[in-house]
């Protein structure tokens, strides 16, 4: 059996889970801290960035679960909407460096870029310098968690000479007036040449702010993002796709793409209503996701701001997923 071959043989194998009903499969449960394989630690978790209680619950759970587990993390996934509203130097000490504690969460934040990073109509009006600000931090601060190297960029953990996992980060701020037409180019040239490249790792995850497909009730699927980025998930072996954008906690499974796709937008800003569908989970509420990942499996957390897990799978090499009961 070929990798794709076994691949669509996992799909099939989530989609007659999800016929199931995983809305209805799971009860919150206590997560899982413990591997039996020794791996790399991840959190994940977007639209965090408001400075009110629910991003100080979100933050203070990730830290006390950060505590419970095997070993230290790895890295912090920030899926954008890192800052609401107007945004200045000093906002990075209060809802950054101090809302997410070093106790346990002393690891590089990795952040992208979402719609109200850019500061459009709605949110700031700051426009692109309120990306820049977030982007000029990272630089003048080397010794800060907050890492933004680029507006899109690749990381290797646990190092580029022996990576076990490549996680490529995007800018998918396509239609809110942000990116330029050269930028757009640019990205999608560096795309291109990336995942042409000899890649050592096991895995290769995507991270970008905009989810490609959402169970959320009122924004669907994008289409664009389907049409950009769409045949490059059919055709390549990527593992996961995380976005935020959605306020609210989803894995779907989507016929004839590789990835499994995670939206982890609970993290301190309005949640949004989502609709159960034969795709996979998802649920209106605040949280993270846990991720951990060995030489031959990944198991995905969906946590909620109290620490119950709400959802979890296992997914292997081949592309099998596997919903793991409470």
């Known amino acids: 059996m070929t990798r794709r071959d ?22 919150a449960a206590e997560p899982q ?7 790399l630690h991840f959190l994940a978790v977007g639209d965090y960035g408001t400075g009110k209680e629910a991003q100080k619950k979100v933050a203070a759970q990730m830290n006390q679960f950060a505590g419970t587990l095997d070993a230290p993390l790895s890295s912090v996934l920030a899926l954008g909407d890192n800052f609401y509203g107007m945004l200045d130097e000093a906002r990075f000490g209060p809802h950054f460096e101090q809302m997410y504690s070093k106790q346990h969460l002393d690891c590089p934040f990795y952040a992208c870029l979402g719609n109200h990073d850019y500061g459009p109509q709605y949110d700031s009006k700051q426009g692109r310098v309120k990306a820049d600000m977030q982007l000029d931090y990272a ?5 800060s968690r907050w ?6 960029f690749a990381v290797e953990f646990p190092n580029p000479v022996t990576p076990l996992v490549k996680i490529i980060y995007l800018d998918g701020n396509f239609a809110e007036g942000a990116m330029t037409p050269q930028e757009k180019l640019g990205q999608k040239r560096w795309l291109d040449e990336e995942l042409k490249k000899e890649n050592k790792a096991k895995w290769t995850w995507v991270v970008t702010h905009f989810p490609m497909f959402s169970d959320d009730t009122k924004r669907k699927d994008n289409q664009g993002l389907i049409k950009n980025w769409g045949p490059l998930l059919k055709t390549n072996a990527i593992s996961l796709y995380l976005s935020g954008h959605d306020h609210n906690l989803q894995h779907l499974q989507v016929q004839d793409y590789q990835p499994s796709f995670l939206v982890s937008g609970g993290g301190g800003a309005t949640t949004y209503e989502t609709t159960a569908s034969a795709r996979g989970y998802s649920k209106q509420i605040f949280g993270f996701n846990h991720i951990h990942v060995d030489e031959q499996k990944i198991t995905v957390q969906l946590i909620d701001a109290d620490g119950k897990r709400l959802h979890a799978f296992e997914r292997d090499l081949g592309g099998k997923v596997k919903v793991l009961g409470a």
């Open 139 to 143: 630089k003048k601060n080397p010794n």
């Open 6 to 27: 076994a691949l669509k043989s996992g799909l099939i194998f989530s989609t007659g889970l999800l016929s199931a009903g995983w809305q209805s499969r799971l009860h």
């Open 33 to 39: 801290t413990s591997f039996s394989k020794k791996g």
């Open 147 to 152: 890492k933004m190297p680029a507006k899109w």
